[in-house]
């Protein structure tokens, strides 16, 4: 079965500095891997997506993410924060096995960028 | 092209009533799923329907919850006899076609039970 595991529940950091949310996979097929941000009581947006083109993916927002087979990670990171940035971060993979392409949102991880 | 559609935005019912959350995928999407987002969690799969057929709904309750997705009109999930713990934020996405991977989500009706 496919899975994604974000390995913190909770980031801070300061304004400016580097953002790292981390995000394991497990499948047994090469995935579909995405990372989604929701702001309070608000929809989903995409930031980026991996369908196994270029390992190094790049996002809106300054946000990008590596594909790493070898630890099965797909980090997302962005070289300095900004105050907007604070948002609820889901990590997701495609069910590509059942044939729905349905999601599997990791449990999340929230971002607080201090001034 | 408007992105997906969902009201309402906010639902208040006193238990027992019934809840019914539309949402309207993006033109031309034949492709819809709905997830639950329960307070402080993440997104979990409910259902998936193609325009008159239910693909998958593995993650739908067994009792009280069904949905549907007309020929013409929105997808339509319905929650009999709501409960305290049906208080949630209900997600729809739609897609264009099944091998497009990505899904554009509305901004989600949240349903309170009182």
């Known amino acids: 079965a496919q899975s994604v595991t974000q390995l913190d529940s909770h980031v801070s950091v300061s304004e400016g500095t580097p953002v790292l949310l981390r995000c394991n996979y497990s499948?047994?097929?090469?995935?579909?891997l995405f990372w989604y941000v929701q702001h309070p009581n608000k929809g989903l947006q995409l930031l980026l997506k991996?369908?196994?083109?270029?390992?190094l993916v790049k996002g809106i927002n300054g946000f990008e993410a590596e594909f790493k087979k070898s630890e099965t990670s797909f980090h997302l990171t962005k070289p300095s924060a900004h105050m907007s940035d604070a948002a609820e971060y889901f990590c997701v993979v495609s069910d590509t096995t059942s044939g729905t392409y349905k999601y599997i949102f990791g449990t999340g991880t929230r971002l607080k960028v201090l001034a | 092209n408007a992105g997906v559609m969902q009201n309402p935005r906010h639902l208040v019912r006193r238990r027992g009533q019934e809840a019914r959350l539309r949402c309207s995928p993006m033109?031309?999407?034949?492709?819809v799923y709905w997830y639950r987002q329960l307070p402080e969690e993440g997104l979990k799969f409910m259902v998936y329907?193609?325009?008159?057929?239910?693909?998958?709904e593995s993650g739908m309750p067994k009792e009280r919850f069904s949905a549907e997705f007309p020929k013409e009109g929105p997808s339509i999930l319905r929650i009999q006899q709501v409960v305290r713990g049906d208080s949630a934020a209900y997600f729809c996405?739609?897609?264009?076609?099944?091998?497009?991977?990505?899904?554009?989500f509305g901004p989600g009706t949240r349903l309170t039970v009182t």
């Open positions: 991996y369908t196994s083109a270029a390992t």
């Open positions: 996405a739609s897609s264009p076609t099944l091998n497009d991977y990505e899904q554009y």
């Open positions: 033109k031309g999407h034949s492709h």
């Open positions: 329907l193609q325009k008159e057929n239910i693909i998958d």
């Open positions: 499948s047994s097929y090469s995935p579909s």
